[in-house]
């Protein structure tokens, strides 16, 4: 039965490790840590060093967050526009072929105006 208690404690953290290690908290804190472990002057509160630095953490995410909707949101308006681009370029082509026939026609005309006048 002992033994059981166990078994379900080393499951609950386990699960704990699992849901930490999804959410990048171990990631972070060691980082946070090592940096820490690194200053060749350690402050005098560590607690408010780790503290400052995780939020510093979360900012990032944070405009990270923010930097990659306005991302997509110009990728979308790009390819609106692209499409805008090519539907404008096709009513042009259009036109100068309209355009074109039209000059055709004009000087036919012109021509078989003149031939009957000479």
């Known amino acids: 039965m002992a033994n059981q208690g166990n078994h379900s404690v080393n499951n609950k953290r386990e699960d704990f490790k ?11 804190l060691t980082n946070v840590l090592a940096d820490l472990n690194g200053l060749e002057i350690r402050p005098t ?3 408010d060093y780790i503290r400052t630095h995780m939020t510093e953490i979360v900012k990032e995410k944070e405009e990270l967050k923010i930097l990659k909707a306005n991302y997509e949101s110009m990728i ?3 390819q609106e526009m ?5 539907k404008l370029s096709k ?11 039209s000059s055709r026609s004009k000087i036919e005309e012109t ?3 003149n031939i009957g006048t000479e």
Do not use: C, H, R, T
């Open 18 to 28: 699992k849901y930490l290690n999804e959410f990048g908290v171990i990631d972070a």
């Open 111 to 113: 021509d078989e105006i």
């Open 45 to 47: 509160d560590p607690l």
């Open 76 to 78: 979308s308006q790009i």
């Open 82 to 86: 692209e499409e805008e681009i090519m």
């Open 91 to 101: 009513k042009i082509k259009v036109l100068e072929n309209y355009g074109d026939e």
